[in-house]
């Protein structure tokens, strides 16, 4: 079995996941591949921390 995340977006389980920060609180979160391209978009707060696999 591969290891998986949530993606704090949708809240599916993803085995590869996007560490980023995209909002005020400068957290950083776990989203899919698609959460990442909705956040990202005119997003000035957004910053990408790395790719994670399970
Ligand atoms: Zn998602």
Redesign the pocket.
């Known amino acids: 079995m591969s290891r998986v995340k949530l993606?704090e977006?949708?809240k599916?389980e993803y085995n590869v996941m996007y560490r980023v920060q995209y909002k005020t609180d400068r957290l950083w979160y776990f989203?899919?591949k698609?959460?990442v391209v909705e956040v990202k978009r005119n997003n000035h707060h957004y910053r990408y921390g790395g790719t994670w696999k399970g």
């Open positions: 993606c977006g949708c599916k989203l899919c698609s959460c």
